[in-house]
């Protein structure tokens, strides 16, 4: 299954790294006021890629946090039933 794992990753590298030298043409950026961005369009992708993951996971980390404590708040009250329902009991 080791084998399997590295063989997708070889094969997702080398289609990216296709597609990167595929579209190294350079594209310009238009902002506000005239200023303008030339890079290469696989640097702006990558670029947007990034921001939009980042994006996603700090959207997700309120969610993460809100859901860690309440995971050790059970925890805790599991911990605390156990120690008061006795040692002596079994099922």
Known sequence: M???????????FVA????????DQPITLRYF???EWQSSLVIVLLIFFT???AVGVLAMLGY???HRREI??????????????GSG???
């Open 2 to 12: 080791r084998y399997l794992n590295w063989f997708f990753r070889a094969v997702l």
């Open 16 to 23: 990216l790294f296709g597609f990167a030298v595929k579209n």
């Open 33 to 35: 006021f005239g200023y």
């Open 51 to 53: 921001i939009g993951a």
């Open 64 to 66: 993460v946090l809100r």
């Open 72 to 85: 050790a708040a059970l925890k805790r009250d599991n911990r605390a039933k156990s120690k008061l329902g």
């Open 89 to 91: 009991e079994s099922q």
